[in-house]
């Protein structure tokens, strides 16, 4: 058996049959900040801070998801990504945004990392519709996904 040593999330696009996953950049902030305002949100427990009532102020916050490049592996920092839909399909066009989910607290020797602060439009919310034939299940967005080509940075084929 031959093991390999754990490394940092890379930040690249995450690519399945429903969804697109991209680290968090300044072009999302846009397209985030509707649902930050959106009092569903937080009527369903979404608690990670308090509802913007502006556009501005929601724009504001989405800039908190941008990635700073912060992971240390020593369980600090975060990286965000944007999933958005990777085909037309009934519930949007591609590109659509469907939310935003983080990799953080990464910690190297232990070989952990935690997978959270998620928020998703509610439009997504319980859908379970078919997008070209494909169940589109926003809650298992990085289900299925595949970081590059499907080898380790070695070139050793990965399997899922």
Do not use: K
């Not at 929601?58 to 600090?76: C, F, I, K, T, Y």
């Not at 999933?83 to 020797?109: H, I, K, Q």
């Not at 439009?123 to 809650?139: K, L, S």
């Amino acid at each position: 058996m031959r093991f390999t040593a754990t490394t940092l999330p890379l930040g690249r696009e995450l690519r399945g049959p429903r969804l697109v996953a991209r680290p968090f950049t300044e072009q999302d902030c846009t397209d985030l900040a509707p649902v930050l305002m959106d009092e569903r949100v937080y009527a369903h427990g979404y608690v990670m801070h308090h509802r913007p009532t502006t556009m501005d102020e929601a724009v504001e916050m989405a800039h908190g998801w941008v990635n700073p490049n912060s992971l240390d592996g020593r369980g600090q920092g975060r990286l965000s990504y944007c999933f958005r839909l990777a085909e037309d399909c009934e519930l949007g066009t591609a590109g659509t945004l469907v939310g935003s989910s983080s990799l953080g607290e990464v910690n190297l020797e232990r070989e952990q990392l935690h997978l959270g602060w998620t928020i998703y439009a509610p439009a997504f919310w319980g859908q379970w519709h078919q997008c070209r034939g494909q169940v589109v299940a926003p809650a298992g967005g990085l289900r299925g996904m595949r970081d590059g080509p499907g080898e380790d940075p070695d070139g050793h084929p990965q399997h899922p």
